[in-house]
């Protein structure tokens, strides 16, 4: 009865190799969000797609980018990891916006050699 | 934009003990302010919540307290138990598309016997 759904559970890439992160969900959620979470640190917002309309955040690098084919998955590709991007990726989702309820998939430990 | 701080960074009490966490924030718009407990290498789970019109809320060994007068929250877990031990994040958000949920630094919360 998982609802949010991540896939791979732990990814290892070398640096400035693409990767892609996956995340699924079977709430029926408008609103996909894509989080960095590094050690002992709060998770971080990169972005998120309410429907099809994609909402970066000012900080987000733009070796970050992300894909909503549908309403049920959502993608993270990271163009050319570097060491500073290892970390958790968390992705979330609401059935609306901000202040509705994020439920939190089990995230995505990356790794980069 | 939202600024929350939240204190103490680590918590250590004994079983049975009370716990208490406080969170500020600093943007008066904001109006729904989660708490997420998240266990090491796990997701966020959140574990209560509460929403501007209410000034408490609880659930058994729960409760979240709002002050929207002086912009504070506070978590209280009564009668701890080594289960209770992880990060717990508050966070508020507001309404209207340029919100967003902004978390607070985290307490790591040790529950000794």
């Known amino acids: 009865d998982a609802m949010v759904i991540q896939n791979p559970r732990y990814q290892v890439t070398q640096f400035g190799k693409p990767v892609t992160l996956s995340c699924s969900q079977t709430?029926?959620?408008?609103?996909m969000y894509w989080y960095q979470q590094k050690s002992s640190q709060a998770p971080k917002l990169l972005f998120h797609?309410?429907?099809?309309?994609?909402?970066n955040e000012a900080d987000t690098p733009d070796n970050f980018q992300s894909r909503r084919p549908n309403t049920s998955f959502c993608f993270l590709d990271i163009r050319s990891p570097g060491l500073g991007d290892a970390a958790m990726y968390l992705c979330?989702?609401?059935?609306?916006?901000?202040?509705?309820?994020?439920?939190f998939g089990p995230g995505t430990r990356l790794t980069v050699l | 934009g939202e600024n929350v701080e939240q204190h103490p960074s680590t918590l250590s009490v004994q079983e049975g003990d009370s716990a208490v966490i406080k969170c500020t924030y600093s943007d008066s718009a904001s109006n729904y302010f989660p708490w997420y407990k998240q266990e090491l290498g796990k997701r966020p789970q959140l574990i209560i919540d509460?929403?501007?019109?209410?000034g408490e809320k609880k659930d058994q060994r729960i409760a979240v307290t709002l002050n929207k007068t002086a912009k504070h929250f506070s978590l209280h877990i009564t009668e701890t138990q080594p289960e209770d031990s992880a990060v717990y994040f508050c966070a508020a958000s507001g309404t209207g598309t340029a919100s967003k949920l902004t978390f607070g630094t985290g307490t790591r919360l040790q529950v000794t016997l």
């Open positions: 979330a989702t609401s059935r609306s916006h901000y202040t509705d309820t994020q439920y």
């Open positions: 509460i929403r501007s019109n209410v």
């Open positions: 709430l029926n959620h408008n609103v």
């Open positions: 797609y309410y429907d099809k309309d994609f909402n």
